[in-house]
């Protein structure tokens, strides 16, 4: 058994959002997990909204020493949930001014803090007191990555694909992977490919440019990671 004999239920229960679960498998151990597995956990601006919520809560919050992200279905995540993100651009720009003309500055305005405050939402992790393990697994794509890469401790299972797929989008991934993952030590010329290209990097490969700690052989890498948190110091395996 993983969890301690310990009253928790009641505790996590303040932690209840609408697009995360949040469990405790063991004692001072908290897993936040990404919780719309019908659309492979596409991040909408509810989610965004939580993520921030969630973690700014838990760095004040003393009962947790370790914090594990996941996600809840085949994939970690997909990034953004592009649908929600476009319905909402357009009822911004098609939405009439009360005078009948267009504001186009005021517009790009309020899209602007739109962005600002979804890059907060990734920016909790950084800031959060408590260390953030990213246990990643399956698709790994777009804004994910960003996420990701705001935590302090990466893993993946081994069938763990990343992809900065918004150059498939003809859009800018603005969400701080350019920002982060030269940060973390990733090689500049790859990250650029990526960027560029939209190409695809396996676990191997991330590991190899250092855009991860390990990666495991298990579908789900938290079940390794929770089962080193709860023991006395960490014994990671490497491969």
Not at 59 to 80: C, H, M, P, Y
Request: proline share 3%; with cysteine.
């Amino acid at each position: 058994m993983l969890a301690r004999s310990f009253s928790t239920p009641a505790y996590t229960a303040i932690y209840s959002f609408e697009t995360l679960q949040v469990s405790s498998p063991c004692e001072h151990v908290l897993q936040v997990e990404l919780y719309r597995p019908s659309i492979r956990n596409a991040m909408n601006k509810v989610m965004l909204r939580e993520i921030l919520e969630c973690f700014k809560r838990i760095s004040e919050d003393k009962q947790w020493r370790t914090v594990v992200l996941t996600g809840s279905s085949a994939d970690f995540s997909i990034g953004l949930d592009f649908n929600d993100m476009a319905g909402l651009l357009a009822s911004i720009i098609n939405k009439p001014s009360a005078d009948k003309t267009e504001d186009l500055a005021r517009k790009a305005k309020y899209i602007r803090s739109l962005i600002v405050h979804s890059q907060d939402s990734f920016l909790s992790l950084e800031q959060c007191s408590k260390p953030v393990i990213a246990a990643i697994h399956g698709s790994c794509q777009g804004a994910a990555i960003s996420l990701v890469a705001a935590a302090d401790i990466r893993f993946c299972s081994s069938d763990t694909l990343f992809q900065v797929k918004e150059v498939n989008l003809a859009i800018t991934p603005d969400m701080g992977t350019i920002q982060r993952l030269p940060k973390i030590g990733c090689n500049d010329s790859l990250v650029r490919e990526m960027i560029y290209t939209g190409q695809k990097l396996t676990a191997a490969e991330a590991k190899e440019v250092k855009m991860l700690s390990h990666f495991v052989i298990i579908i789900k890498a938290y079940e390794l990671i929770i089962t080193c948190c709860f023991t006395d110091g960490l014994s990671w395996p490497h491969f």
